[in-house]
């Protein structure tokens, strides 16, 4: 499939994205129909690559997925959530195949700074791999716990998790800056919502709250496995 082909099913993409209200604003639009999801998706066929709906990407030896490219309607209410500006810092815990870290990277522009980090080395390394090949090296892959943030290149003006957790790692708190928004797919009640934080002085306060499901994170703020295995007996 040629690239005149590619772009109109990202462009067919936006336009259910635009549709169905997920999409609001142009920045994140734009975003999407030049970011190519194909190239992070290598082995995939493109028209499934643009289909709105998450991929899996590595397994557990028992056959559960693990990491994903994340279903694009999710990632864009996410990232109109986070509100990124151009030039402005970003920190995204759960690399996957780095498609979503390169939508960040076009939204804060070549003035601004994306890091995302990753537990898993054989995921940052595709990550990586993937970023390169469309011309992105710029973006900082890290192999690290997700729940200690990246200090290094703190503060950050944004912070997103792409994995779904049960509490706030004081780590994420800290690196962000004042004025800050945090995104993140959280626990509550036993649904997950993907919940944007903004951050005073010494408190944060929820500011938007939607509905998402995300694969949980892995590390020291992992929560308890949620598969029962159940025995031979009916």
């Given at each position: 499939m040629g690239d005149d082909d590619c772009k109109a099913l990202r462009d067919q993409l936006v336009d259910r994205?635009?549709?169905?209200?997920?999409?609001?604003?142009?920045?994140?639009a734009d975003a999407f129909r030049t970011v190519p999801r194909h190239l992070f998706l290598p082995g995939?066929?493109?028209?499934?690559?643009y289909a709105d709906e998450a991929i899996p990407t590595k397994w557990q030896p028992d056959g559960r997925a693990i990491s994903s490219s994340s279903q694009p309607a999710v990632m864009a209410v996410m990232l109109e959530q986070l509100c990124v500006e151009a030039g402005q810092r970003v920190l995204e815990i759960g690399a996957g195949t780095g498609y979503n870290a390169a939508l960040l990277s076009h939204l804060v522009g070549e003035a601004g700074a994306v890091t995302t980090v990753d537990i898993d080395e054989d995921l940052v390394e595709q990550?990586?791999?993937?970023?390169?090949?469309?011309?992105?090296?710029?973006?900082k892959v890290v192999c690290a716990d997700g729940a200690d943030g990246w200090a290094e290149s703190a503060p950050y003006d944004r912070i997103i998790l792409t994995v779904g957790t049960e509490?706030?790692?004081?780590a994420w708190i800290d690196?962000?800056?004042?004025?800050?928004?945090?995104?993140?797919?959280?626990?509550?009640?036993?649904?997950?919502?993907?919940?944007?934080?903004?951050r005073a002085e010494d408190h944060l306060t929820s500011v938007s709250i939607v509905d998402c499901g995300f694969m949980p994170l892995r590390g020291a703020?992992?929560?308890?496995?949620?598969?029962r295995r159940l025995g031979a007996e009916p």
């Open positions: 994205l635009s549709n169905a209200g997920r999409l609001c604003t142009e920045q994140v995939v066929e493109p028209g499934k690559s990550a990586s791999r993937h970023l390169a090949a469309v011309g992105l090296a710029r973006v509490d706030l790692a004081p690196q962000l800056a004042t004025g800050g928004r945090l995104v993140l797919p959280l626990s509550l009640r036993g649904a997950q919502r993907s919940v944007a934080f903004e703020l992992a929560g308890p496995d949620s598969v």
